[in-house]
């Protein structure tokens, strides 16, 4: 596929595309005057690159940001659970064992490294036994239902 999509810039300032063969004919102030500055095979590029040479330097520098913030917020939702419920309930299952099992030594380890309260696992684990998230194996086991 050739290149037949031409992004050209008007001496006004303004970029506009054009066919290859056709003759370049600025869309605000009608010159012909225009300096051929990349050319496309498809004029969905074309028109992406119009695009992007009109929008306002500031503007593109806001959009960008406001789109990276928002990439980073929904990057963090995918990393990790949003809820202290949801934390605690990832950190059980990282204590669990390749058994199915879950330890205190190793609630507390995870509770601490996630930076939950590690002292408070009595708390968390009759918690989930209530819920019937948990059955106890042993006094220092349980197993996920």
Excluded at 63 to 85: D, H, Y
Aim: aromatic content about 4%; proline content about 1%.
């Amino acid at each position: 596929m050739g290149h037949d999509w031409y992004l050209v810039r008007c001496k006004c300032g303004h970029s506009f595309g054009h066919r290859k063969g056709t003759k370049a004919k600025c869309t605000i102030c009608g010159s012909n005057e225009v300096t051929n500055v990349q050319q496309f095979s498809d004029s969905r590029s074309l028109a992406n690159a119009v695009s992007d040479a009109n929008l306002p330097k500031e503007l593109a520098k806001e959009l960008s940001s406001r789109l990276e913030s928002k990439s980073a917020i929904e990057e963090n939702r995918q990393q990790g659970p949003v809820s202290i419920r949801e934390r605690v309930r990832g950190t059980l299952r990282s204590a669990t064992d390749d058994q199915g099992v879950l330890r205190i030594s190793a609630i507390r380890r995870e509770l601490d490294s996630a930076g939950l309260d590690a002292e408070s696992w009595e708390s968390i684990i009759g918690g989930a036994e209530l819920e019937g998230i948990l059955v106890r194996c042993s006094n220092d086991s349980w197993r996920w239902v």
